[in-house]
């Protein structure tokens, strides 16, 4: 969700060397729920979150 560069959300991934699949699972379950609420809450009254809600969603699709 932070990091722009996949490269660096690789990295940082790779930084905890025993992370189970359910851990990044729930990674992933949690980038995507704040991604759809700063999205939602953006596109009623703060622009700012729905282009930070954006961008998670698009990192997140990038990933998988």
Known sequence: MLFSDPKARSQALAEYS?????????????????????????????????IMGERTLHRVSQDR
């Open 18 to 50: 025993n992370v189970s699949e359910a851990t990044i699972q729930r990674a992933l379950g949690w980038a995507i729920l704040f991604g759809v609420m700063l999205l939602d809450t953006g596109l009623v009254d703060n622009p700012k979150h729905a």
